[in-house]
């Protein structure tokens, strides 16, 4: 079995700055792609930011500019830097990873969420 603990969000006035952090923590062999979703009130979930084990990014439009995805291999950890927040930036993160567990003699492959850090920006 895999963790992912995710930490960092809170209330921040519009224009501040917020760094969620997210940990994975388990049987693990190897992590891929790992990215950040988030998803507002009354909203479907959505993509933020994705990064892969070789450090490329994809971002939304929505946050390019503002948000920086980053990674620890190492431990197995996952960043967000989120600058110039706005209210419409207010939602429950979300941290994913797709994971190589290992599993007897081999390995499998299983994508994880973490629990959800709320993000909240006053106007």
């Known amino acids: 079995q895999v963790q992912l603990v995710e930490s960092g969000g809170g209330l921040v006035q519009a224009g501040g700055s917020l760094r969620l952090s997210c940990a994975a923590s388990?049987?693990?062999?190897?992590?891929?792609?790992m990215g950040w979703y988030r998803q507002a009130p009354g909203k479907q979930r959505e993509l933020v930011a994705i990064?892969?084990?070789?450090?490329?990014?994809n971002y939304a439009d929505s946050v390019k500019g503002r948000f920086t995805i980053s990674r620890d291999n190492a431990k197995n950890t996952v960043y967000l830097q989120m600058n110039s927040l706005k209210p419409e930036d207010t939602a429950v993160y979300y941290c994913?990873?797709?994971?190589?567990?290992?599993?007897?003699?081999?390995?499998?492959?299983?994508?994880?969420w973490g629990q959800g850090t709320q993000v909240t920006v006053s106007s």
């Open positions: 388990g049987s693990i062999f190897k992590i891929n792609t």
């Open positions: 994913n990873a797709d994971v190589w567990e290992l599993a007897g003699i081999g390995t499998r492959y299983n994508p994880y």
């Open positions: 990064i892969t084990s070789t450090s490329n990014t």
